[in-house]
């Protein structure tokens, strides 16, 4: 006779994982990660966040430091470069990678600083203009479609123009230009969301105005604005090189990249990596904002999509 | 010699694995007959369909024993060859009518486009052909609609234009791929009766492809009943009617409303057409058949000929009945 | 239609007067006296600061300023360059066709390119060139254009010298200014090669300005198209014996090309900041340059209706696409 073998049970119905709702973190991040492009940016950009934060410590030299036997030193990987200078000086002698460093600081301030100085008010006036439709709502979309009359970067000149070139400045200028795309889109959503019915029952619930729209309508309308403003961030970055390039916006020494392509024009034929280095910072930047922020949509709004 | 002979038509969408949408289908239709096509969806109709038209774009395939259209090998032909052949020799209506024409060119445009096409006919007399097959489609006010767009029309006129446009090659044959199904039932009834009246004036074969057994009551000769890409039972129609040799055709049957009058429930079979993980080895229907035995579901059953019809089925049904 | 062409015109009306007071606060805006700024100069006497202030009507309140303003504005009077002394209109009339040309060679190059580019990748899917076009036009919106201008020059003009480092026309040549469009003027004009020299003039400046609205418009193109071959009239076409390649434009096109009119036209706003500083770096004598030298050298008559002609000039525009958006479209065509 055979002693049976007591083998384990296995459990009558074994928890089955897949059934359980990921949190809405992990969804996003997995919809997110399968954008190859988008993880490429969220990469690149972790990186210049990092040299932005740590950039005193992140620069070999001190960006501001002239050494006069180094004027103009081509990159390493050059006849002449050397380990010194990686990326090589500027025609003043300054090293190049460290000024990028440092720039990064200023483009990531400048679009920070813009985006939440136009997000706040944009976000509030679409609110109002989403809630008060009878005669608050189109004075202000008005308002909205005159400044959109004006391409973005000329109305940044003009304000620019108006109240003196700086950092500052730059930044108050671009945050009046973003405004428009905020609120128009706050107040689409806002209309969108108005018609549906859990604002109804908010609304019979008692729900007072800030509550109804800070707590039940905004989250809801969170989406398209988030994508606005990583797209918003990108515009900074280039409108405030195109600014300091036309010498409105940051003024030199300080290293901002598109100051720094300006004083690099004269070097064309002799140092052509003053001028090719920091525009292809300002690409990369860039590139790898607007890929994040094809990511984003695409994992936030499957209906905002491409046709894909 | 039938008009369209279809010998074991294989559709599958990827490689050679993939499940396929058609799976081995055979069908003849004759000259000026009027067959019907009748199945869930999902089963393949329509895909048969497109793939005779070559409709079809990778990732499908295609492959068959045999795609005779008029003697004319259809798998044999190049791109410019069948675009001779279709929308000339033959037409299809499709289902959807408002969607199906162009927003953005004029009722009169688009039909000229086939007669310019497949008869050469341009200017003045193609407007006049033009003209003439509105008014065969019974469209009121022919002469301004020939310069309206399609959104100024209204869906059964949608789907007389469309109508126009596959006869104004005078096909052979003539496919109408659920026609009615989208359209209010007053028009359902215009549109049915108009394709018949067509058929019948011109000799054009008519393949009706419809989940709408009545109509096939009404209008067809033959029918075709079709089941998980495959056709289950080909039969005349008042006999399959009266009596279905397949099961899958005697639980169609059953299952339209009027069958169930004073029961508790409407008569179904349990269970779901097999998807692409779940193909059974032996016959497609046997999960769900209620007269399933052991071989059904080891063996495929071929199409072969019984007592009324050709039936895929190792026990049908019926068959004592003469 | 013409009840849509008549509620669009009704819309411009308001918004045409907000830029004009746009521009008026923007001047008033200016840190500092009115007087010495339009002077230039500090510490003016008394005497001439209530002069000044007297025959400038700067001691008027505000709206009546605003009144005056529009009031001169709709006699053509757009005040005077305080540097050239040139009236502003005659200063923005004789520089504007340089910028239209090159703003019209910029379009014609992202339209023609970025159309085929997209009909292209949308009719060949998920391919290398599909990839290809996709991540070129994401690097061309990503990149600044004063850059890659820069980065053109280094290698067309100073690398290879293959074309000309900035200007219009070789200073050799003697161009009557009939039209204002070099390209037209040189070949009135009986100088030899000089067509061939304004052309290769015009080549890079015009793929530089046009990189961004070439992006923009590959990537709709691809995108509407992509949508439209979706469609079941596509299905009918093709059922009907057309030729694919009929199917594709006759049928296909036609209806993708209406998004992409609208996205046309936003281009052109894209196109008059991208002048500004696309002018800048070519050495372009256009509107664009014009503006950045009035604000560089404070000629507030100048940057104020400068920025006035220019916001007017893209709201003609956008009224423009916007007519001829509906009448591409037949649904809006026939609205009542």
Redesign the interface.
């Known amino acids: 006779m055979t002693s049976p073998i007591a083998k384990p049970v296995a459990p009558a119905s074994p928890v089955d994982h897949s059934l359980l709702y990921p949190s809405p973190y992990k969804e996003f991040w997995q919809a997110f990660a399968r954008n190859k492009g988008a993880v490429m940016g969220l990469a690149f950009m972790c990186l210049v966040v990092f040299c932005a934060l740590f950039a005193p410590w992140v620069a070999p030299h001190d960006p501001s430091e002239q050494y006069r036997d180094f004027l103009l030193t081509p990159p390493v990987w050059l006849e002449g470069g050397t380990w010194q200078f990686i990326l090589g000086t500027d025609e003043l002698g300054r090293d190049l990678l460290s000024r990028l460093i440092q720039g990064a600081r200023l483009s990531l301030l400048i679009g920070l600083s813009s985006v939440v100085m136009s997000l706040i008010p944009g976000i509030l006036l679409g609110l109002l203009a989403g809630f008060f439709p009878q005669i608050l709502g189109p004075s202000i979309m008005r308002l909205m479609d005159v400044m959109l009359a004006l391409p973005s970067l000329l109305l940044a000149v003009a304000i620019v123009a108006i109240l003196g070139p700086g950092l500052i400045n730059t930044v108050i200028a671009i945050a009046i230009v973003s405004l428009p795309s905020y609120v128009r889109l706050t107040r689409a959503a806002v209309m969108g969301e108005l018609n549906r019915d859990y604002v109804t029952a908010a609304r019979l619930a008692g729900a007072g105005l800030p509550r109804l729209m800070f707590v039940t309508v905004l989250p809801n309308c969170m989406a398209p604005l988030i994508v606005q403003a990583t797209l918003s961030f990108s515009s900074a970055i280039l409108d405030a090189a195109a600014l300091g390039f036309l010498g409105l916006g940051v003024q030199p020494p300080t290293p901002e990249w598109g100051t720094m392509l300006a004083s690099a024009r004269d070097y064309i034929e002799r140092a052509w990596w003053v001028v090719s280095l920091p525009g292809i910072t300002i690409l990369l930047s860039v590139l790898a904002i607007n890929l994040m922020g094809d990511g984003l949509r695409d994992a936030l709004d499957p209906k905002l999509k491409n046709a894909a | 010699m039938s008009l369209l002979q279809i010998n074991n038509l294989n559709v599958r969408f990827g490689d050679a694995n993939a499940v396929p949408v058609v799976d081995g289908l055979d069908l003849v239709v004759d000259a000026g007959e009027i067959l019907a096509i009748v199945g869930e969806s999902g089963s393949g109709k329509s895909v048969t369909m497109m793939a005779l ?3 079809i774009d990778a990732p499908g395939r295609i492959t068959a024993d045999a795609l005779n259209f008029d003697g004319t090998d259809m798998l044999k032909l190049s ?2 060859q ?7 020799d033959i ?2 209506v ?1 289902q ?1 009518p408002m ?7 004029t009722v009169g445009f688009q039909i000229e ?2 007669l310019r ?2 008869l050469g006919l341009k200017g003045k007399a193609a407007r006049q052909r033009a003209l003439e097959l509105l008014k065969k489609v019974e469209i009121p006010a022919a002469e301004s609609r020939l310069d309206a ?1 399609p ?2 029309l209204s869906g059964g006129m949608s789907q007389r234009v ?1 109508i126009a ?1 596959a006869i104004a ?1 005078e096909p052979k044959l003539l496919i109408a791929d659920e026609p009615t199904t989208a359209l209010d039932v007053t028009i359902q009834a215009q549109i049915m009766e108009l394709l018949v009246n067509l058929q019948k004036e011109r000799n054009m074969a008519l393949i009706l492809i419809t989940h709408d057994l009545a109509v096939v009551a009404e209008t067809a000769r033959r029918v075709c009943v079709m089941y998980a890409g495959q056709a289950v039972e080909v039969g005349q129609v008042p006999e399959l009617f009266d009596v279905p040799a397949h099961p899958y055709s005697e639980a169609l049957l059953a299952a339209i409303p009027e069958h169930s009058i004073g029961a508790e429930r409407l008569a179904t079979l349990p269970g779901i057409v097999p998807g692409r993980y779940d193909r059974p080895v032996g016959c497609l229907l046997s999960p769900r058949c209620p007269y399933v035995q052991d071989n059904c579901r080891n063996q495929r059953p071929s199409l072969d000929p019984k007592a009324h019809s050709l039936v895929r089925c190792f026990y049908p049904l019926n068959q004592e009945v003469a | 239609m013409l009840s849509f062409i008549a509620r669009r015109l009704g819309l411009l009306i308001p918004t045409f007067f907000g830029i004009t007071l746009l521009t008026f606060a923007l001047i008033r805006l200016i840190p500092g006296d009115p007087v010495e700024v339009m002077m230039g100069e500090r510490r003016v006497d008394p005497e001439m600061h209530a002069q000044a202030m007297e025959r400038l009507g700067l001691n008027k309140p505000l709206p009546v300023q605003y009144l005056d303003y529009v009031g001169k504005l709709a006699h053509g009077d757009l005040g005077e360059s305080l540097r050239t002394r040139e009236s502003v209109w005659t200063e923005f009339l004789t520089l504007f066709p340089a910028t239209l040309e090159l703003a019209l060679a910029a379009l014609l190059f992202a339209g023609v390119i970025g159309l085929l580019a997209g009909v292209i990748a949308a009719l060949k899917r998920g391919s290398l060139f599909d990839h290809g076009v996709m991540g070129i036009s994401l690097a061309g919106y990503s990149m600044p254009i004063f850059w890659w201008g820069l980065i053109l020059i280094m290698f067309f003009s100073v690398s290879l010298g293959w074309t000309p480092v900035s200007g219009r026309i070789d200073l050799l040549y003697d161009i009557e200014p009939k039209t204002g469009f070099m390209l037209i003027d040189t070949l009135l004009s009986d100088e030899e090669g000089a067509f061939k020299d304004a052309v290769m003039h015009l080549i890079l400046p015009a793929i530089v300005l046009g990189t961004i609205p070439l992006a923009v418009i590959a990537r709709m193109t691809r995108s509407s198209m992509l949508e439209v071959l979706r469609e079941d009239y596509i299905r009918t076409a093709r059922a009907k014996g057309l030729s694919p390649a009929r199917v594709v434009f006759v049928h296909g096109l036609r209806n993708a090309l209406i998004p992409v009119l609208t996205v046309f036209g936003l281009q052109v706003g894209t196109l008059l900041a991208g002048a500004v500083l696309t002018e800048t770096i070519f050495s372009w004598p256009g509107i664009g340059k014009w503006l950045i030298e009035a604000i560089g050298a404070r000629d507030y008559p100048v940057v104020q209706n400068g920025i006035l002609l220019i916001a007017c000039l893209v709201i003609l525009v956008n009224f423009v696409v916007d007519i001829l958006y509906g009448l591409a479209n037949p649904r809006i065509r026939h609205q009542r």
Not at chain 2, 99 to 105: C, E, H, K
């Open positions: 038209m070559g409709l791109g410019r069948r675009r001779k052949v279709v929308g000339k037409a299809m499709f959807d969607t199906a024409l162009n927003p953005s060119y486009e086939v096409q497949h767009y959104h100024q469309a446009m090659g």
